[in-house]
C-alpha cells in the first residue's frame, strides 16, 4: 500500500451506532488530518494531529472523537450521530505541520447516517 | 478569518481547448500560500499547483499555470490543451503560516466543477 489509505470506504450507520474510521499515511509524514466535504460547501478541516499532538477544533461536535496512536494512524471513532453527519471524510498527511506543505489525501469514506 | 470563493460552480469546455478557473481571497496578511487542488471523480485529491504570495513570478507546472494578482487578491488556475483526464472538481486554498500550531490551516473555497467534452 502506499499514499493515504482509508477505510472503509462506504459506511452506513444508525444514530445509535458506534463506529470508527481508520486512516493509514505510509509517507513517513509527521502530520495527519481529518476533514469533512459535503455537497457545495468548502472542505472542513475537523482535527489535526503533529506528532501525534492533536489540535482542538472548537466548532467540531464531540460526537466525533479522533485518535492518532502514533504518526502513521488517525481514527474518527463516531457515536450518536445525526443526519446532517452524512459526507464524505477526507484524510491527509504532509510533511509537517506547516503552511506551504503539500497534503496528500486519501479516498475518503462516505458516511451515510440514517 | 480568511475566505476563500470560487464563483463558478461548473464550467466545461472542448478537449484541446484553454481554460481559466477564477478564485478570490480574502486576508490582511502580506505573507501567504495559495493552491489549487484537484478532485478527480471517485479518485483522490491531489495537488496541482502553489504559489507563494512573496513570488511575484506565476507558478507554472507543465500545462497548468496560474495567474496571481496580489492586490486583486486573485489567483486563477489555466489549463491549457485541456485533456479528458483533467475532468474534475478543482478547489483552490489558501493558508496563512503562523506562529500559533493549530493555526496553519488550509482554507478551500467551494470547488468548481469542470468537464472536459471529446
Known amino acids: 500500500e502506499t499514499g493515504v489509505t482509508q477505510t472503509p470506504r462506504h459506511l452506513v450507520m444508525g444514530m445509535t451506532n458506534k463506529k470508527s474510521l481508520k486512516c493509514e499515511q505510509h509517507l513517513g509524514h509527521n502530520a495527519m488530518y481529518w476533514y469533512k466535504q459535503s455537497a457545495k460547501k468548502p472542505l472542513e478541516l475537523m482535527f489535526v494531529?503533529?506528532?501525534?499532538?492533536?489540535?482542538e477544533n472548537n466548532s467540531v461536535p464531540s460526537r466525533f472523537s479522533p485518535e492518532c496512536p502514533n504518526s502513521s494512524h488517525l481514527f474518527l471513532h463516531l457515536h450518536t450521530l445525526q443526519p446532517e453527519d452524512s459526507a464524505l471524510y477526507l484524510c491527509?498527511?504532509?510533511?509537517?505541520?506547516?503552511?506551504?506543505?503539500?497534503?496528500?489525501f486519501g479516498p475518503g469514506t462516505r458516511l451515510t447516517v440514517l | 478569518a480568511q475566505t476563500v470563493t470560487q464563483s463558478q460552480p461548473e464550467m466545461s469546455v472542448q478537449e484541446a481547448e484553454t481554460v481559466t478557473l477564477s478564485c478570490t481571497y480574502d486576508?490582511?496578511?502580506?505573507?501567504?500560500?495559495l493552491f489549487w487542488y484537484k478532485q478527480p471523480p471517485s479518485r483522490q485529491m491531489i495537488l496541482v499547483i502553489r504559489?507563494?504570495?512573496?513570488?511575484?513570478q506565476n507558478a507554472t507546472e507543465n500545462r497548468f499555470s496560474v495567474n496571481f494578482q496580489k492586490a486583486a487578491k486573485s489567483f486563477s488556475l489555466k489549463i491549457s490543451d485541456s485533456q479528458l483526464g483533467d475532468t474534475a472538481m478543482y478547489f483552490c486554498a489558501f493558508s496563512l503560516p503562523t506562529l500559533n500550531f493549530g493555526n496553519e490551516k488550509l482554507t478551500f473555497g467551494t470547488g468548481t466543477r469542470l468537464t472536459i467534452i471529446p
Open positions: 486576508t490582511s496578511e502580506n505573507n501567504y500560500y
Open positions: 491527509a498527511s504532509s510533511q509537517e505541520w506547516a503552511a506551504y506543505n503539500e497534503q496528500f
Open positions: 504559489q507563494e504570495a512573496y513570488k511575484q
Open positions: 494531529y503533529s506528532l501525534e499532538e492533536r489540535v
